[in-house]
């Protein structure tokens, strides 16, 4: 993945047409996904794999993604739940989607739809690739 120092470095590149929709680099310790205005065709979707587990297993899931998200922000809970399911846990992508709305609900986090956006996420966006992703008003008042 590439790093940027800063914000301007990232725009430099991004302005240079170093990037294209959907690619992932990080800004200042921050994982982003740059989305321009162009948006890239999701590839086929996985199956959603059947939901198997409790509810009690849902909140011991959530606690898990509330953690990561406190230190690493919610772009890395998603990707490391991500890695759990993987390894066999059987959430479902609404069960993830419900956790980022939870926790944008309960916490001060940043707008993730857009790189170059900071301000504070007041609501959540399905977005095609990432699934439930932090969103500003502003950003949101695009669509
Ligand atoms: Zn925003």
């Known amino acids: 993945m590439i790093i940027y120092a800063d914000q301007q470095a990232a725009q430099d590149a991004?302005?240079?047409?170093?990037?294209?929709?959907?690619?992932?680099?990080?800004?200042?310790?921050?994982?982003?996904?740059?989305?321009?205005?162009?948006?890239?065709?999701?590839d086929t979707p996985e199956p959603e794999p059947v939901r198997e587990w409790t509810d009690e297993q849902n909140d011991v899931a959530y606690d898990t993604f509330r953690e990561l998200a406190d230190h690493k922000g919610t772009a890395f809970a998603r990707d490391t739940m991500r890695g759990i399911q993987r390894m066999g846990a059987?959430?479902?992508?609404?069960?993830?989607?419900?956790?980022?709305?939870?926790?944008?609900?309960?916490?001060v986090t940043s707008?993730?739809?857009?790189?170059?956006?900071?301000?504070?996420?007041?609501?959540?966006?399905?977005?095609p690739i990432l699934g439930e992703v932090p969103i500003c008003g502003r950003c949101d008042s695009k669509f």
Do not use: N, S
């Not at 047409?17 to 740059?34: E, L, S, T």
């Not at 059987?90 to 916490?107: Q, T």
């Not at 707008?111 to 977005?127: G, K, L, Q």
């Open 14 to 42: 991004i302005l240079a047409g170093k990037h294209h929709a959907g690619d992932r680099f990080q800004v200042a310790g921050r994982p982003h996904v740059m989305i321009d205005d162009v948006w890239m065709t999701p």
């Open 90 to 107: 059987k959430f479902a992508e609404r069960d993830l989607a419900a956790w980022v709305e939870r926790y944008v609900d309960e916490h």
């Open 111 to 127: 707008c993730e739809w857009f790189a170059m956006c900071d301000r504070e996420a007041t609501t959540t966006r399905a977005h």
